[in-house]
């Protein structure tokens, strides 16, 4: 599926379009529309810890979410070899509005977020 990308993913702030692909129920990926060869490796980060944070009004604004509003969230993995050491940033989390087709990144505060951090290894949530 395609979504237009309202404000920016940091540090890919020309991307306007990105087509999301589901691997399977922990993995999928994210491909600029535009410049198929940036890619990123996304993870629902449900299936790995219990994720909740307040949605930043800015971002609720930017993708039009309201408390009736079909929200995905997705965190970005950085992969490693062997992918258990892969590390998955969960202060910058993906928000996609599966209503409008819309996404944006959020960044949270990591004084009111303690126990989410930018680099947490796969590995650290095997059970």
Request: charged fraction near 25%.
């Amino acid at each position: 599926m395609s979504y237009e990308v309202k404000g920016h993913i940091l540090g890919f702030e020309n991307m306007t379009h990105v087509d999301l692909i589901e691997v399977d129920d922990l993995f999928s990926t994210m491909i600029d529309s535009n410049n198929k060869d940036i890619s990123f490796t996304i993870v629902n980060p449900y299936k790995l810890r219990e994720y909740s944070f307040d949605l930043p009004s800015d971002v609720k604004v930017l993708l039009d979410i309201d408390k009736d509003s079909n929200v995905h969230v997705y965190n970005i993995v950085m992969i490693q070899k062997p992918l258990e050491n892969s590390t998955i940033n969960f202060l910058a989390p993906l928000i996609v509005n599966l209503d409008n087709n819309t996404i944006a990144q959020a960044v949270l505060k990591q004084k009111r977020h303690p126990n989410f951090g930018y680099n947490e290894t796969i590995i650290s949530f095997k059970k």
